[in-house]
């Protein structure tokens, strides 16, 4: 199981830090992928990390922005946004894919889901 917290409405320019609490499963176990998908657009990764080898993605648009990290005691993946955009807005999931290893942004490849986060950046 995997759930997401840490959404609500900031400004843009602002912060915000998603958690991803993950029960049933280590993540020594699993990779754990950020995908978001805004209204009418299609689920995009955002960032992807394994723990187990360091392995790690981030979409171009949020490059030098956003922060993938972990607490393997605590079992949480986070996801630190800074510098929030308008275009940012949307509903944060986070996942772990059907082949433990895979850190890539096919949200095709990943078969766990949370229920999602809401993020809403204002102009």
């Known amino acids: 199981q995997l759930v997401e917290s840490g959404g609500g409405l900031v400004q843009t320019g602002g912060s915000l830090r998603l958690a991803c609490v993950v029960s049933g499963f280590t993540l020594d176990d699993y990779a754990i992928g950020w995908f978001r998908q805004a209204p009418g657009k299609e689920r995009e990764g955002v960032a992807c990390m394994s723990t187990t080898d360091g392995n790690t993605f981030y979409d171009d648009s949020v490059k030098g922005r956003f922060t993938i990290s972990s607490d393997n005691a605590a079992n949480v993946v986070y996801l630190e946004m800074n510098s929030l955009k308008p275009e940012d807005s949307a509903v944060y999931f986070c996942?772990?894919?059907?082949?433990?290893?895979?850190?890539?942004?096919?949200?095709?490849?990943?078969?766990?889901w949370g229920p999602g986060t809401q993020v809403t950046v204002s102009s």
């Open positions: 996942a772990a894919p059907s082949s433990y290893y895979y850190t890539g942004p096919s949200a095709a490849r990943y078969m766990f």
